[in-house]
């Protein structure tokens, strides 16, 4: 585009959405996320592609979606088939996301093969024991920042803090990546994109929402036999 | 035309214990000295030094009587390990003459330590200018090797054992020609047949091989055992005695000693980039790559530390093994510099490189196992695991985890999907029953409140009887509660008051 100013100006496109081109290096993500959530979200750098590709989980139109590059926390003990509704949505895509599930062992290592059959192959599931909550938040921050695209779901008892869940949601970013934080116990405010409570049967309520609608979803059924054990 | 014939030739190494300690220079030998092992409730002399020989003290003395010989004798007890691994390294040494070599393991059957090679030379002494060419060659390797050896080649291994061992005399190492092996060994004494019968053909008059050839088999069998003809037929030829020959095993490894300790860890990082460069370029060669990595830093003090990293896939990349080792490189404290590097490769497999710039998989796939890397040498390689089947009907075992480096080796298939089994499997809980029933209407499960909303049909697990500890027999039901949960609630098969329940798992 010739036209395009060359030097760090403002320019609008035709849908109203302000862009500010650099005319130094980009600032790095510490720094964008430094900002005020506002201002945050009303510029975006122009070199940075849109986050446009999001993962729908609920079949609902205009229903939340899970964004990638992102985190989400989960609570409630219908966290672990939110959590596996999402690893089938991911895993139906075309790209490869493979899935990882990080934790203490009595959180990774309960998980039943048999039972995940239903939603993903079990031999493509990758399982991390880390021992302490900082092992665990540190495996969870390489995994989201690794190139793989992967779709990460950590098991925290307690939610993370602003500082440690900014920490994911800057690997995440990094590395495109999406984050799932089950929470068994208390959330904290946290950065992360959206939160969801599953703790009444066969709803999904959205409580957090940056970007979407919040509300209550019925739990689509996925994980029918049409997935194959391995 | 006749098959050519096999040729054996047998190293003995008579002073193996004392020339280990004269490779180490060890300054004791400079005066009578004797290397002994304790042997019919004495300790007694296996080697003497030839200080020591000049005194009268020779093999087989008991060390009372030799220190009474010679008052100032020093003295030190064999030390099988050490003798066996010099004798393994020369069996890799050897292997530049022939690839067939084996340890004589003949003498571990009577108590003793291996002090013999025996190697198989058939269609090989020409590249060395015949048999002869052969043995010089061998003898002067092996003379530099500071190593007394007594050299045979005869047409079977018995007899160029029996030659090297009471053949050969004063160090010369003798060719038996091809089918002369009965004549030459009828002059030797019946103690080269090595049989336990060796005592009673003495007693009976017999001193030499040659006098048994005319005595007809069956009569030796009678007299002396199967043993003496067995023998005798191995050394003629007449009965089959294959080499005991191990696949050489290929340490990938390398060291490197250092004139002068060094103290930077710069500088120690730059020669593991140069130890890393020759053993990797050796691997890549080849076609393999190694999952693990150990380096040994030596200091000066002979303080020896050990530092382990493993990769996801095997890998032969130089700067990756590096990266790796540049953390605990750096955690490293050698108070006095390190004077002496070894970088040895563990669990070395083939490679099998992919085209990564086409691939989408495989780049995914390439990333993925960097990450299992770099989480694997934090957290450990044991705890980055996948699921895997496992071939048992009980709940808790029909699958388990393997760790990731070692998925898809040799496991069985996958069972067919199980639908009615739950999603996480806790070892069986307590709960606390507020109403009974079978199962209880109302009940509590960590600290939370549960009613009863329909139940299926029991399902009973037998144990794996088969076992040493087969574990109980138990009935499963499937619950679904009003709160929500679906819980699998597990008990033993009994009348319906007694049952002790208790929450085995919960559903997705």
């Known amino acids: 585009m010739a036209d395009q100013p060359a030097r760090g100006t403002a320019f609008n ?17 510490q720094v964008l996320h430094s900002l005020p959530a506002g201002v945050r979200r009303q510029v975006r750098l122009a070199d940075e592609p849109a986050p446009s590709h999001a993962l729908s989980i609920l079949p609902d139109a205009g229903a939340p979606t899970l964004e990638w590059g992102r985190t989400h926390e989960v609570m409630g003990w219908g966290a672990d088939r939110f959590a596996l509704g999402v690893l089938n949505a991911a895993h139906r895509l075309l790209s490869p996301h493979p899935p990882v599930w990080v934790g203490r062992s009595r959180d990774v290592y309960t998980l039943r093969p048999e039972a995940l059959g239903a939603f993903i192959p079990p031999a493509s599931l990758t399982l991390v024991d880390a021992g302490r909550r900082a092992d665990i938040l540190w495996a969870a921050e390489q995994i989201l920042r690794a190139p793989a695209q992967t779709v990460c779901v950590v098991q925290l008892s307690q939610g993370p803090n602003l500082a440690e869940s900014r920490r994911l949601q800057v690997a995440s970013e990094a590395g495109r990546s999406m984050g799932l934080i089950l929470i068994a116990g208390r ?44 | 035309m006749s098959a050519p014939s096999k040729r054996y030739l047998y190293i003995w190494l008579p002073r193996l214990s004392l020339d280990r300690l004269a490779r180490a220079e060890d300054v004791r030998l400079n005066g009578p000295f004797v290397t002994c092992r304790e042997e019919r409730g004495a300790f007694r002399v296996v ?14 003395a008991s060390l009372a009587d030799a220190r009474a010989l010679c008052p100032d004798l020093l003295s030190e007890p064999v030390d099988p390990q050490s003798e066996v691994a010099l004798l393994r390294a020369l069996r890799r040494w050897c292997d530049r003459f022939t690839p067939s070599v084996a340890v004589d393991e003949a003498p571990l059957t009577k108590g003793d330590n291996p002090d013999g090679l025996q190697l198989d030379v058939s269609g090989a002494t ?57 004549a030459y060994c009828a002059k030797l004494p019946v103690e080269a047949l090595e049989s336990s019968a060796s005592y009673d053909l003495r007693r009976a008059g017999l001193q030499t091989i040659g006098q048994l050839y005319d005595i007809k088999s069956i009569e030796l069998n009678r007299r002396f055992g199967l043993d003496v003809c067995t023998r005798l037929d191995k050394m003629l030829g007449r009965h089959p005695e294959p080499l005991r020959l191990l696949a050489m095993s290929r340490p990938f490894a390398t060291r490197m000693t250092l004139p002068e300790p060094i103290m930077h860890t710069e500088s120690v990082q730059a020669l593991l980039t140069r130890l890393c460069t020759s053993l990797l370029a050796r691997l890549e060669r080849e076609g393999l790559g190694a999952r693990g990595f150990a380096l040994s830093v030596w200091g000066p003090d002979e303080d020896c530390k050990t530092l382990e990293t493993g990769f996801a896939r095997p890998t032969h990349n130089v700067r990756a093994v590096a990266r790796q080792f540049a953390r605990p490189l750096d955690a490293l404290q050698m108070p006095f510099g390190v004077e002496r590097l070894r970088l040895q490769a563990c669990a070395v497999a083939a490679t099998h490189p992919r085209q990564g710039v086409l691939d989408e998989n495989g780049a995914a796939q390439d990333a993925m196992d960097r990450l299992i890397t770099l989480l694997g040498n934090r957290v450990g390689f044991d705890s980055v695991r996948t699921p895997s089947p496992s071939q048992s009907h009980l709940p808790e075992r029909e699958c388990t985890s393997v760790g990731v480096t070692m998925a898809g080796v040799d496991t069985p298939d996958w069972p067919a999907r199980r ?57 499963y039901w499937r619950v679904a509660t009003h709160q929500g949960q679906t819980l699998w609630l597990s008990s033993r098969p009994t009348l319906p008051h007694e049952r002790d329940w208790s929450v085995a798992g919960v559903f997705a």
């Open chain 1, 187 to 230: 959330a904290h405010s946290s950065t992360c994109q959206t939160r969801w409570e599953c703790d009444t049967p066969d709803v999904w309520r959205a409580v957090k929402n940056k970007t979407g609608p919040v509300g209550e979803w019925a739990i689509p059924n996925v994980g029918g036999p049409e997935v194959a054990a391995p």
């Open chain 2, 126 to 182: 020409h590249l060395f200018g015949g048999e002869d060419g052969l043995l010089n060659e061998l003898a002067a390797g092996l003379a530099d090797l500071q190593l007394s050896a007594r050299l045979a080649v005869a047409d079977t291994p018995s007899a160029a054992k029996a030659w090297a061992k009471f053949g050969a005399k004063h160090g010369r190492s003798t060719s038996i020609p091809v089918g002369e092996s009965k």
């Open chain 2, 419 to 475: 639908a009615h089994r739950p999603l996480r499997l806790f070892a069986p809980e307590r709960i606390h029953t507020l109403e009974p029933g079978d199962p209880p209407r109302r009940f509590e499960w960590r600290r939370t409140v549960y009613d009863r909303a329909s139940v299926s049909a029991p399902e009973r697990i037998a144990p794996e009887w088969w076992s040493d500890r087969p574990g109980p027999l138990r009935d």
């Open chain 1, 13 to 29: 496109d035709v849908s109203g959405v302000s862009y500010a081109r650099p005319s130094r290096p980009r600032p790095s993500l």
């Open chain 2, 47 to 60: 080697n003497a030094n030839p200080s020591a020989r000049e005194q009268g003290i020779g093999p087989g």
